[in-house]
């Protein structure tokens, strides 16, 4: 167990001492030390070294796609103005109510995230739009943050694009389509869940009349209908494939023979899934609007540079689990736990994701670590691999923004801070999104228990 447990006590250490010179608190440092320590417990050799790290980022290699093709394409978006515009439409859908402003932020802080994949950015994209409006309602600081971290981290979970749900099914190698599927419920009820929490701020008040639209829903769809394509074309892709099974791809010329080559070629199998695909597609059509054609470059970069950071992360993570099943790591556990039950290994991996995301402020961290051990032995303990996975990705997105260290409550109070020109408390934050966060951890323990 030492080829375990060793490797894990370098994580933790690295990753939770901030005063180690240099290193202390690097993340990303102590899942490459993890790996690194792994190895050499156990038979380190150059063609062992090489094999885990293709074998790793093979593993992740549809995360890696999803969040690279994504953040590009949810650049081009914004250029295109197709955030801003949903949110102008869904304020109308809502009504000219605080409820109605509310609802209607939410959904597209959803939407958003649900595009870009990360919570950080969706906040980032649409917090800027709503921040002063939602404050012109006398709602606090940090219930304004609040709403917008949720907002964000509940679209990040949402599919199509949803690294987390995409993680999961990664580290145990099925499909992320079905997973996703149930995640679309799963989801939406934190949704529910949020906005009831959210409309007593606003209990008893009216719209300040500078905030009602003036234009009706009618005039702004005839002038922003063209923004829409790319996020139409992206939608029936994914409903078609989800919904009646058919892959629009493989029915092009030559499609299934490249989707085929693609998906049995490590590493590039990243590219076959068809969110990614779609993602693509999507952009690619984004390119026929001038907005978008004439400032590919900058879009491009722009779309790398805000999850370069996060790539780079799954990059470590991904060495970190090639390096543990070169090293025998696994199978070790495996074999440790046999005649544990499916409840006590479930209840073990909760308490232990919940304690890395706190720590770490990352559900790509605590998925990382957890779900290739404890993965393997709930599905031979009779839980279904898409329930085991679907737990997995609901219990750690609820655990990164538990307090005290939830990166993207920091990233967030920021941005109202800056806005309303005042401090704005992250724990206090992270406190008042609780209730959600223990509601991804609870559903993610009940599939674990009964999936």
């Not at 790793?56 to 650049?75: H, P, Q």
């Not at 967030?412 to 992250?426: E, H, I, K």
Request: hydrophobic share 55%; aromatic share 6%; charged share 10%.
């Amino acid at each position: 167990m030492l080829v375990v447990v060793l490797p894990l006590i370098v994580l933790f250490t690295i990753a939770t001492v901030k005063t180690i010179p240099v290193i202390g608190g690097d993340v990303r440092i102590a899942l490459v030390a993890a790996g690194l320590t792994a190895w050499v417990m156990g038979e380190p050799s150059l063609p062992s070294l090489g094999a885990g790290i293709v074998d790793g980022i093979d593993t992740l290699a549809w995360v890696m796609c999803l969040s690279l093709f994504g953040s590009i394409y949810a650049e081009s978006q914004v250029r295109l103005g197709t955030m801003d515009a949903v949110l102008g439409v869904l304020r109308r859908v809502f009504g000219n109510s605080p409820r109605g402003l509310i609802a209607a932020t939410f959904v597209t802080l959803t939407l958003a995230g649900s595009l870009l994949g990360d919570a950080i950015a969706a906040a980032t994209v649409i917090g800027f739009l709503v921040i002063r409006a939602l404050a012109e309602l006398k709602i606090p600081a940090e219930a304004i943050a609040m709403m917008i971290l949720v907002g964000a981290s509940i679209g990040s979970v949402m599919p199509p694009i949803s690294q987390a749900v995409f993680l999961s099914a990664s580290l145990l190698e099925i499909d992320p389509a079905p997973v996703a599927t149930i995640a679309y419920a799963t989801v939406t009820g934190s949704l529910i869940l949020v906005l009831l929490q959210s409309f007593r701020y606003v209990r008893g008040r009216s719209l300040p009349v500078e905030l009602i639209p003036t234009e009706t829903l009618g005039a702004l769809v005839r002038r922003t209908w063209p923004v829409f394509g790319p996020l139409a074309l992206l939608a029936l892709i994914v409903v078609l494939d989800t919904g009646f099974g058919v892959n629009l791809f493989s029915l092009l010329p030559g499609g299934s023979t490249a989707l085929a080559f693609l998906d049995s070629t490590p590493i590039l199998r990243g590219f076959s899934n068809l969110v990614v695909l779609a993602i693509i597609a999507a952009t690619l059509f984004a390119l026929l609007y001038p907005t978008v054609g004439k400032n590919v470059g900058s879009i491009v970069v722009t779309g790398a540079k805000n999850v370069g950071g996060t790539l780079l992360l799954q990059l470590c993570a991904g060495f970190m689990v090639g390096m543990f099943q070169v090293s025998g790591a696994i199978d070790t556990v495996a074999e440790a736990a046999q005649g544990l039950s499916g409840n006590a290994v479930a209840l073990g991996a909760v308490v232990v994701i919940a304690v890395l995301g706190m720590i770490t402020g990352s559900q790509t961290t605590a998925q990382t670590v957890v779900v290739p051990f404890a993965g393997p032995l709930l599905v031979a303990a009779g839980g279904g691999s898409v329930a085991v996975a679907l737990g997995a990705s609901h219990i750690a997105s609820g655990a990164q923004n538990l307090p005290p260290v939830g990166l993207t409550a920091f990233v967030v109070c920021g941005l109202v801070g800056a806005s309303l020109n005042q401090r704005v408390d992250p724990v206090k934050t992270m406190i008042l999104a609780l209730p959600n966060s223990l509601y991804f951890i609870v559903v993610g323990l009940l599939f674990w228990l009964f999936g």
